[in-house]
Each structure stands twice: as C-alpha cells, then as structure tokens.
C-alpha cells in the first residue's frame, strides 16, 4: 500500500488510538511524543454515546469498563462544607447508559498497550516540516531527519503539527473565558469513591476518589487574566488559581495548598479550536489538535476516539488515495464536532448563570439561590435537561464499518 509510513505527533488518547487502527490496516505508524515517557496524567474523562461503539471495535470494552471509576456517589457543599445533595454520579457526569467514565492516565496506558508493536520516539519534538511530491520531510529536534508518507497531528490543543503546517494558534484558538487545573491530592478527606463538589457562580471544586489508592483535586473557574500574566508558566498559573478562590469556602484553600508537591499539576485555558479544514497536503490533525471540544463538554476523549477511528479507516478505505481519504475524513467528521463545540457553548453559558434555550438565566440565578434547599429531585430534572442535550451531541454521528485490506 502507499503511503505506509505515517508519522503521528503525540501520543496521547487521539495519537495513541489512531496508531492502533493504522496498524490494524496495515500502515506503519510511528509515534513521536514530548515527554520522555507516557503522560498518563490527568482528571477523569467520559467516553460516551458512539466512542463506546470505538472502544468495543478495538476490543477494549471489558479492560475499559472494568478500569472505568468506582465512585459511588457525588455529594454537593455548600460554603461551609455542609453537605446538603446526594445524588447519582453518572447523573451529575451526564452518562446515559453505556456511557463510562474513567481517569484519563488509565485510558492512555490501555491504548498503549493496544497499540504496542509501534515504534515510539518519545522525548523528542518535530522541529520542522516540508512537503514534497517524495512526501513530508521532518526535521526533529533530537533525532535524525527522516521522510514520511504522511504526518499526523495528534498533539493536542496547542498543537506543534498545526504550528508549523497552518501557523499561530491565535488564528484558530477560541477562548471560552475559564480556566481548569487538577492534580492529585493526599486522601486526607478519607474519600472512599465519592466526589465532593462545590458549586458557586464562576468558581467549581471538586475532590474526589475514583478507586483505591487514589485521589484528586480539580478546579473550573471564570476569569479574565490581565494580558501582562504569562500563564504558560507553572508558579504563574499556581498564583492565579490561587487568586481566583480566595473567600472560596469548604476544604478549598487546604486543597489549593497541595498543589505546590503535586506531581501532575495540570492546568489550561478552557478553549475550542475551529479550523475550516483539517488536513493540507499530506499533513493531517485529529482530536484537540484539529477540533478541541473544550474540557467542559465532556466530549474531549470520545471526539478524539472517533476522529482516529474516522481517520484510520477512511485511509484504509481509500487504498493509498489520502487526499480521498482527507475528504472524507473532514465530510463525516465535520457536524459530529460542531455539534458538540456547540455543547461546551451551552455549558460554560449554564455555569456563567447566563441561559440557555431551555432554561433562563432568571430560573438559573434562582438555583444558585436557593440550590441548598431545593430537593435533590429538582436538582435531578434539571441535570436530566443536561443529559439529553449531551447524549444527543455524543451520538449525532453513525460509524462506518471499514474492511481490512
Ligand atoms: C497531561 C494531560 C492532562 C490532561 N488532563 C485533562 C483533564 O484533567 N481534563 C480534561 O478535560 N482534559 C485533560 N487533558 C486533555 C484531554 O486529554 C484531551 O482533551 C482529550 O483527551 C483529547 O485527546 P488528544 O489526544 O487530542 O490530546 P491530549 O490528550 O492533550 O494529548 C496530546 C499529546 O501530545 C503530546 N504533545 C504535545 N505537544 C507535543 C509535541 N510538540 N511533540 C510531541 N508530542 C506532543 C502531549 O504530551 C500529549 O501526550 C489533558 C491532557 C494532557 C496532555
């Protein structure tokens, strides 16, 4: 087959995933990452409606569900830490059935070991890419130069493929006015798989133990930086987080103070990329590094499943034709991301207290009032809205069976 060598920039869940189907086709990927071993860092993501159906064509649905989180309930504080809601935690995660959760660090080791016989560049970057007739000429930045059929970009929301391929992040990169942080935490709440969450207008905090032995602290704020703060810069974003809470109630400033020791402090901007096309030539992106969702559509993970799934198979399919295949790829994909872009839109509205189509910003300002007291069967109809608007976006695409050429 042409175009067999397909070096693919980032192994995370969309690199990571994308390598197994090319080798399930019969290319030859190669895997570049970063860091000198595997992130398996990271919050607890969802794989939901049509990403479950890639999980179980990979045959990974029992490692997965059985790796899945184990947490039992999620309880809500209030200001002084009194705990005034039980509920569901699939309801209050937006899973319908079917629907799982797990801790991204352990989706990223079973992908791994899925897609094992690949070979593995880690602790290197691409420096630079050019294109030919011959193929994609990439310079590294510690490895020796070498020629690939095609390159992928599976490297994440700020991405170094879309950089050298399409320019300045700036141009594609829609921030959505939040910030998240998470990073594991002593089990000093001796939480044993629950989540404790606090809610108040812009500022949400959440600690949780999803199974033994392990337990996290995460943080989902609104603010606007001054433009002077460089927030690439870790003891910089430590500082702003920590501004963004003060006052901030329950266990909050104890939390905060652990995540100095942290050794996977994670923080970032809460952003979308839109981009009118994601492949040039023989160069494509998939996951965040093309079309990120925002963490706060819950949707990161599965888009990044699909899309290698898409990609792979659409590849496959065309038989070495990969301009067909990159039309394809954009034509099946395009609605799936829009639509579900359009649910991060709809949450950070909710959390902001502005409204939505099914439900105003008075009646939203009115829970943030008088949430404490309203049963948690009220709470639960309105999470219900959530889970529907959600599970329609999961699911507004159907998989194409590809053959094994
Ligand atoms: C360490 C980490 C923690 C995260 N934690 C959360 C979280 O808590 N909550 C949440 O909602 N989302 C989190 N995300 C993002 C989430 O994983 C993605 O939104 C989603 O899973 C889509 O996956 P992706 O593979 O497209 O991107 P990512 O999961 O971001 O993976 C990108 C991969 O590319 C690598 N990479 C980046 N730049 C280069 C480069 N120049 N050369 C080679 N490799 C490169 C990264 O190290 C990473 O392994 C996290 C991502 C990372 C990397």
Not at 104 to 119: S, T
Not at 259 to 281: E, L, N, R, S, V
Not at 289 to 317: D, N, R, T
Request: glycine share 8%; charged share 25%; net charge neutral.
């Amino acid at each position: 087959m042409n175009n067999k060598n397909i070096l693919i920039s980032g192994a995370g869940i969309a690199g990571l995933a994308l390598a197994y189907w090319l080798k399930e086709y019969g290319f030859t990927p190669i895997l570049i990452e970063k860091h000198p071993a595997l992130r398996a860092e990271g919050y607890k993501l969802d794989i939901r409606g049509v990403a479950v159906d890639v999980v179980k064509r990979m045959g990974l649905q029992e490692v997965v569900f059985k790796a899945r989180t184990q947490i039992k309930e999620a309880i809500f504080v209030d200001q002084s830490g009194k705990q005034f809601t039980r509920t569901n935690p699939d309801l209050c995660g937006v899973r319908d059935e079917g629907d799982l959760e797990i801790v991204r660090g352990d989706l990223c080791q079973i992908l791994y070991k899925q897609a094992a016989n690949v070979e593995y560049l880690f602790d290197d970057s691409i420096a630079n890419i050019s294109q030919s007739e011959k193929g994609v000429h990439v310079e590294f930045e510690k490895n020796e130069p070498r020629l690939f059929d095609l390159v992928v970009g599976a490297d994440g929301l700020h991405s170094k493929v879309r950089n050298l391929a399409w320019g300045d992040e700036s141009q594609f990169l829609r921030k959505l006015g939040l910030y998240i942080s998470f990073y594991s935490i002593p089990n000093y709440l001796h939480l044993d798989r629950v989540e404790i969450e606090y809610h108040s207008p812009k500022r949400f905090a959440i600690a949780y133990c999803p199974r033994d032995g392990m337990a996290k602290a995460g943080f989902a704020f609104s603010s606007h930086p001054p433009l002077h703060l460089d927030l690439r810069d870790q003891s910089t974003q430590q500082k702003f987080l920590q501004e963004a809470y003060v006052g901030a109630g329950w266990e909050i400033p104890r939390l905060l103070e652990f995540m100095k020791d942290a050794p996977d402090f994670y923080f970032d901007c809460i952003a979308q990329i839109h981009m009118p096309q994601w492949t040039k030539g023989r160069i494509a992106l998939v996951g965040d590094a093309g079309y990120a969702v925002a963490p706060i559509a819950g949707q990161g993970a599965s888009l990044a499943l699909v899309g290698a799934y898409i990609l792979a198979g659409e590849l496959a399919e065309a038989q070495g034709d990969f301009n067909k295949a990159f039309d394809r790829y954009e034509e099946c994909l395009h609605e799936f991301v829009k639509k579900n872009q359009d649910l991060a839109k709809m949450n950070v509205a909710l959390m902001e207290g502005n409204g939505v189509s099914w439900i105003s910003s008075k009646v939203i300002r009115l829970i943030w009032q008088i949430g404490k007291i309203l049963p948690a069967s009220v709470l639960q109809l309105i999470k219900k809205r959530g889970l529907r608007q959600t599970t329609k976006a999961a699911n507004a695409l159907s998989l194409k069976d590809y053959q094994r050429y």
